[in-house]
């Protein structure tokens, strides 16, 4: 069964630091989504892609993330100087088409910032 | 704006008794849609069930039920004759036309079942 997966698994990284989180979508999706969990929180969207643009981001998604489709494959969320408080958990997802079609969850990269 | 209330932060049952998750809901659309995740111990996001705003048919699959009752705008989850692998965080969400495609999550609600 086609899975969404993500790289790393888990990031430690220092603060100020740049990080790039990494996800392959399922191949026949068209939808791709960013969420993070702080740990012990609930899940919260960052930033919805589609058509190779930013469809929807959230206030939480400010000019420290973007994202990328460098490829037909990959789908990438970087974070130009992390702080302390992007410690989290970050799930990748992606959705055939739009609202009417669930959306598929990756594993999830733990990224820690010390 | 959506929003997602799952009022239960945590319950604990003994193994083989039923456990419900209640979820509250807002939001403005007309046609939106409903699904509750599993989050095991692991850390991933399991879907478990999408129903959609016109479709108030309560549904079964194995040990899982839900109730989606729109007049109380509640969307239900009871786990019968529990056992320890639904230990899990279990999360419910809101997808709508007007709110675009993210998924707003409530709180979630951990279950502990204990052996």
């Known amino acids: 069964e086609p899975e969404v997966t993500q790289t790393p698994s888990h990031q430690v990284t220092q603060m100020g630091q740049e990080v790039i989180l990494r996800c392959v979508p399922i191949?026949?999706?068209?939808?791709f989504y960013w969420y993070r969990q702080i740990l012990g929180q609930k899940v919260e969207f960052l930033v919805s892609?589609?058509?190779?643009?930013?469809?929807?981001k959230s206030e939480i998604f400010d000019d420290q993330f973007s994202v990328e489709r460098p490829d037909g494959s990959n789908f990438t969320l970087k974070i130009r100087s992390t702080k302390l408080e992007d410690s989290a958990m970050y799930f990748c997802?992606?959705?055939?088409?739009?609202?009417?079609?669930?959306?598929?969850f990756g594993p999830g990269t733990r990224l820690t910032v010390t | 704006a959506q929003k997602v209330t799952q009022a239960q932060t945590e319950i604990s049952v003994v193994e083989k008794e039923d456990v419900t998750l209640d979820c509250v809901y807002e939001t403005r659309d007309t046609t939106y849609y409903l699904f509750w995740y599993k989050q095991p111990p692991s850390g991933e996001l399991v879907f478990l069930i999408r129903r959609n705003s016109f479709d108030e048919q309560n549904e079964i699959s194995g040990r899982y039920s839900w109730n989606f009752q729109k007049s109380t705008s509640s969307f239900n989850f009871t786990i019968t004759a529990s056992q320890v692998v639904d230990s899990a965080v279990y999360f419910c969400a809101l997808s709508g036309w007007a709110a675009g495609n993210k998924l707003t999550f409530g709180g979630g609600t951990r279950v502990l079942v204990k052996p």
């Open positions: 892609f589609y058509n190779n643009e930013i469809s929807e």
């Open positions: 191949s026949n999706h068209l939808y």
């Open positions: 997802a992606s959705s055939e088409a739009g609202t009417d079609f669930e959306q598929y």
